[in-house]
């Protein structure tokens, strides 16, 4: 075992014997600032023995700690996968869906989704019942995009088949 890793090794053997008073000095003088309040002991254990191990073997690669900063700062920037709102439908409104080679009508009412005057809870249901396999209602009948596409059939409103 090389030094590094038993320095970092002795060091937690030492942390798991001090009081959380001397964790909390030794937090302070690791991070530069004082623990985050009520801290549990196991937790500023684990901080602590982060910051030796960053200290011996080094910290996140510049592009990781990029990633990381870009990811806190909100919304992702161009290029990047979006979460897709969720659909609101108003009563009345039809969808149309052509699968098999026949065409699919739904219509949305308040309480639900009549497909061949039947009612059904979802969407996801009536996708179910018309293909035979388990898909997303809303990207079935083209009402959200492809992850990985972002000029898919969805956003131009003809449904991929």
């Given at each position: 075992?090389?030094?590094?890793?038993?320095?970092?090794?002795?060091?937690?053997?030492?942390?798991?014997?001090?009081?959380?008073?001397?964790?909390?000095?030794?937090?302070r003088?690791?991070?530069?600032?004082?623990?985050?309040?009520?801290?549990s002991?196991?937790?500023?254990?684990?901080?602590?023995?982060?910051?030796?191990?960053?200290?011996?073997?080094?910290?996140?690669?510049?592009?990781?700690?990029?990633?990381?900063?870009?990811?806190?700062?909100?919304?992702?920037?161009?290029?990047?996968?979006?979460?897709?709102?969720?659909?609101?439908?108003?009563?009345?409104?039809?969808?149309?869906?052509?699968?098999?080679?026949?065409?699919?009508?739904?219509?949305?009412?308040?309480?639900?989704?009549?497909?061949?005057g039947?009612?059904?809870?979802s969407?996801?249901?009536?996708?179910?019942?018309?293909?035979?396999?388990?898909?997303s209602?809303?990207?079935?009948?083209?009402?959200?995009?492809?992850?990985?596409?972002?000029?898919?059939?969805?956003?131009?409103?003809?449904?991929?088949?």
């Amino acid at each position: 075992m090389e030094k590094r890793a038993i320095d970092v090794a002795q060091a937690l053997v030492r942390l798991s014997e001090v009081t959380i008073f001397e964790l909390r000095g030794e937090w302070r003088r690791l991070h530069r600032m004082p623990p985050p309040m009520r801290l549990s002991r196991d937790l500023l254990i684990r901080g602590i023995i982060y910051q030796l191990q960053e200290r011996a073997y080094g910290g996140l690669s510049k592009a990781a700690a990029r990633k990381l900063e870009q990811a806190a700062a909100g919304p992702p920037s161009h290029g990047a996968v979006n979460p897709t709102p969720s659909v609101s439908l108003r009563p009345g409104t039809r969808l149309v869906r052509e699968w098999g080679g026949a065409t699919h009508t739904v219509l949305i009412h308040a309480d639900g989704i009549e497909w061949r005057g039947q009612r059904y809870r979802s969407l996801s249901l009536v996708a179910r019942k018309i293909t035979g396999a388990r898909w997303s209602g809303p990207r079935f009948f083209g009402l959200r995009q492809r992850q990985l596409d972002s000029y898919s059939s969805a956003r131009t409103g003809h449904g991929a088949g």
